[in-house]
């Protein structure tokens, strides 16, 4: 849930900023974007290797670390940003994606018996949901709270530095939530 909603509320707000306020179109945004997809390439073919050497919760552990840094390049967002200074953000997010949605789908699933996989898998999707909804309405009240009744580019400016705030301490969570995985783990066979 923490990672999915650090994940969408970091987009939403990605996206008001470049549109509402840099009168971005949404073909540009979108274009903005598209580094982020960098995971469907990392996904497939570094993922596993990592997660073969390291095991899934290691794994895990350095995608939220590099979504905490990634946001957090983010925060100091400025009127007149160029896309050069958002592009390690948007790399660093996609390589976060990549290295925390499989190992979390393989961690959630492993270990249940093959009756129990379609519940499993299930629980597992809706976390996911809930998680992006909860990270949406949260990133959007702190951002509308913060912003106020002002709609000064200033003040729009303040509301979304503030709501990054909201992913950043969901990666932070997920970090320390993790962190009690790494404590616990066992040794990986296949080091």
Known sequence: ???????????????????????????????ALLAVGVDSILAPTLTPKLVNRFGNIPVIFGGFCLAAVAYALFLPIGLDWTYAAMFPTMILTGLAFSLTYGPLTIAATDGIAEEEQGLASGLLNTSFQFGAALGLAVVTAVQISATGFDKSPH???????????????????????????????SPVVNR
């Open 155 to 185: 003040a729009l400016l303040d509301g979304y530095r503030t709501a990054m705030m909201v992913p950043i301490a969901a990666s932070l969570l997920g970090i320390g939530i993790t962190a009690l995985g790494l404590r616990k783990r």
């Open 1 to 31: 849930m923490l990672f999915a909603g650090s994940f969408f509320g970091f987009q939403f707000v990605t996206v008001l900023y470049l549109q509402e306020l840099r009168g971005w179109s949404s073909l540009e945004t979108g274009l």
